[in-house]
């Protein structure tokens, strides 16, 4: 029986960008890369050696912690660089793209001839595995481990991003083989959550139990889902996918093929005409941001959205989980007396001197500028009215910072991922690094319990 999720506490950021629903062809990208932070926790172990010939979709590294669990190129041609850190740490792989892309075959799979152990061994070995992530610990999910139920999100509210029905349009076959194929790794449902449109490309998708989500952002979010729906106990394992990710998993099942093809959404007030692009993981996104253009000279662009993204480049490379990039103004500037006088175009969770809770649907231009600096913690309750989850998060955040794990476990920690705080950062008067807090907990939980 689907149970329908109405979230009350949130904030919807509504920026002007939007993408208008448009799709074109990205110009080739001479250039892929996979950035090795996009996989937390995994210590790669090289497969092929720098100068090394590979197919799209044949494996260049694995995990040394989980020896099958392969990462693939999404492109075939040459391994040009492999960019390491301290210590030789890998941290970024680039491939030269060849101009007829050749890909590296295998059989398709008929998922209802086969059992869970067979497509999960398939899956690992094609590069696909790490579309599957698990909670707890926000990480590439661990194989071994039985996951109670599968969540996947379908329904955006963070600020621009992709809307997840246009994306997947015509893709219901490719998702129809992927939900098969993972509902045969739990002994649980497999949770679907859409918005309150009729026209969601899961409407007609069996095996799942599906879910109408409505409310501010976070309602989107699949850490919010989760905690509504079948909450995280000690011991306790669910794993996510993403619908773009769905499809992926399901084109390799169908054909037997590694497509790395995103559709990416280009969004921000700083790119002139914001629409979608169809590119590849990995490619260079100069190949579709100057298509749109800039408006002005000094912008930041964002790998993701704006509240969950990483600063990034015009040479930089689209991130592995991404399917949006913005580009807003870059806040260099400074008001004064700016903190003592009523605001007009900006956004705030309060109604001290700013006027945004007036009017609700307002689209704002806001830049990269936070207001203020760094400073101690104020408890003001302002965390809790844009925190839906049943978890006091003012207490979770300090008891990451002094490294508590009795209270880390007991406050909930295993149920969230830094994005679940990416609201609380935005509205926290204390300029405090929420998601990194989180992240930095997570990592020790992990480490020490494991």
């Given at each position: 029986?689907?149970?329908?999720?109405?979230?009350?506490?949130?904030?919807?950021?509504?920026?002007?960008?939007?993408?208008?629903?448009?799709?074109?062809?990205?110009?080739?990208?001479?250039?892929?890369?996979?950035?090795?932070?996009?996989?937390?926790?995994?210590?790669?172990?090289?497969?092929?050696?720098?100068?090394?010939?590979?197919?799209?979709?044949?494996?260049?590294?694995?995990?040394?912690?989980?020896?099958?669990?392969?990462?693939?190129?999404?492109?075939?041609?040459?391994?040009?660089?492999?960019?390491?850190?301290?210590?030789?740490?890998?941290?970024?792989?680039?491939?030269?793209?060849?101009?007829?892309?050749?890909?590296?075959?295998?059989?398709?799979?008929?998922?209802?001839?086969?059992?869970?152990?067979?497509?999960?061994?398939?899956?690992?070995?094609?590069?696909?595995?790490?579309?599957?992530?698990?909670?707890?610990?926000?990480?590439?999910?661990?194989?071994?481990?039985?996951?109670?139920?599968?969540?996947?999100?379908?329904?955006?509210?963070?600020?621009?991003?992709?809307?997840?029905?246009?994306?997947?349009?015509?893709?219901?076959?490719?998702?129809?083989?992927?939900?098969?194929?993972?509902?045969?790794?739990?002994?649980?449902?497999?949770?679907?959550?859409?918005?309150?449109?009729?026209?969601?490309?899961?409407?007609?998708?069996?095996?799942?139990?599906?879910?109408?989500?409505?409310?501010?952002?976070?309602?989107?979010?699949?850490?919010?889902?989760?905690?509504?729906?079948?909450?995280?106990?000690?011991?306790?394992?669910?794993?996510?996918?993403?619908?773009?990710?769905?499809?992926?998993?399901?084109?390799?099942?169908?054909?037997?093929?590694?497509?790395?093809e995103r559709t990416v959404a280009l969004v921000g007030s700083s790119v002139k005409t914001p629409?979608?692009?169809?590119?590849?993981?990995?490619?260079?996104?100069?190949?579709?941001?100057?298509?749109?253009?800039?408006?002005?000279?000094?912008?930041?662009?964002?790998?993701?959205?704006?509240?969950?993204?990483?600063?990034?480049?015009?040479?930089?490379?689209?991130?592995?989980?991404?399917?949006?990039?913005?580009?807003?103004?870059?806040?260099?500037?400074?008001?004064?007396?700016?903190?003592?006088?009523?605001?007009?175009?900006?956004?705030?969770?309060?109604?001290?001197?700013?006027?945004?809770?007036?009017?609700?649907?307002?689209?704002?231009?806001?830049?990269?500028?936070?207001?203020?600096?760094?400073?101690?913690?104020?408890?003001?309750?302002?965390?809790?009215?844009?925190?839906?989850?049943?978890?006091?998060?003012?207490?979770?955040?300090?008891?990451?910072?002094?490294?508590?794990?009795?209270?880390?476990?007991?406050?909930?920690?295993?149920?969230?991922?830094?994005?679940?705080?990416?609201?609380?950062?935005?509205?926290?008067?204390?300029?405090?690094?929420?998601?990194?807090?989180?992240?930095?907990?997570?990592?020790?939980?992990?480490?020490?319990?494991?």
């Amino acid at each position: 029986m689907s149970k329908d999720i109405r979230i009350k506490k949130g904030l919807n950021i509504n920026l002007t960008g939007a993408a208008e629903q448009t799709t074109s062809k990205a110009v080739l990208s001479n250039v892929y890369a996979l950035n090795l932070e996009d996989f937390h926790g995994v210590t790669p172990k090289m497969l092929v050696k720098e100068g090394a010939e590979v197919k799209a979709g044949e494996a260049i590294f694995y995990n040394k912690n989980i020896e099958d669990m392969r990462f693939v190129s999404p492109v075939s041609g040459e391994l040009v660089e492999i960019v390491r850190g301290a210590r030789r740490r890998i941290l970024t792989l680039k491939i030269l793209a060849d101009k007829e892309q050749v890909y590296q075959e295998s059989s398709a799979i008929d998922v209802d001839k086969v059992d869970g152990e067979s497509i999960k061994t398939a899956l690992l070995q094609s590069g696909c595995w790490p579309f599957v992530k698990q909670r707890p610990y926000d990480i590439v999910a661990n194989p071994d481990a039985t996951p109670k139920a599968i969540f996947i999100s379908a329904y955006t509210t963070a600020p621009l991003a992709a809307d997840i029905d246009y994306v997947l349009k015509g893709k219901e076959k490719e998702l129809q083989t992927a939900i098969n194929a993972l509902s045969k790794m739990t002994p649980g449902n497999v949770h679907v959550s859409i918005g309150n449109s009729a026209v969601s490309p899961f409407t007609n998708i069996s095996g799942i139990e599906l879910h109408k989500v409505s409310g501010p952002h976070p309602a989107g979010l699949v850490g919010t889902q989760i905690n509504k729906l079948n909450p995280i106990n000690k011991g306790e394992v669910i794993w996510t996918v993403t619908p773009q990710d769905l499809v992926i998993i399901g084109e390799f099942l169908l054909t037997g093929k590694f497509n790395a093809e995103r559709t990416v959404a280009l969004v921000g007030s700083s790119v002139k005409t914001p629409k979608y692009y169809t590119t590849k993981i990995g490619a260079e996104i100069s190949t579709f941001l100057y298509a749109s253009g800039v408006n002005e000279e000094k912008f930041r662009l964002i790998n993701g959205d704006v509240l969950t993204g990483s600063r990034t480049s015009p040479d930089g490379h689209l991130g592995f989980y991404n399917n949006t990039v913005t580009a807003i103004p870059e806040g260099d500037d400074y008001e004064f007396f700016g903190w003592n006088k009523p605001v007009f175009n900006k956004i705030s969770s309060t109604r001290a001197l700013t006027f945004s809770w007036l009017n609700k649907n307002k689209k704002y231009n806001l830049d990269t500028n936070t207001n203020g600096e760094h400073r101690a913690f104020v408890v003001t309750g302002g965390y809790e009215e844009v925190f839906p989850l049943d978890i006091y998060p003012l207490q979770l955040l300090k008891a990451c910072m002094v490294k508590d794990l009795d209270e880390m476990e007991q406050l909930g920690l295993y149920e969230v991922a830094p994005e679940d705080f990416a609201l609380t950062e935005f509205v926290c008067i204390s300029k405090q690094p929420h998601q990194q807090i989180i992240r930095e907990g997570l990592d020790l939980m992990y480490q020490e319990i494991g």
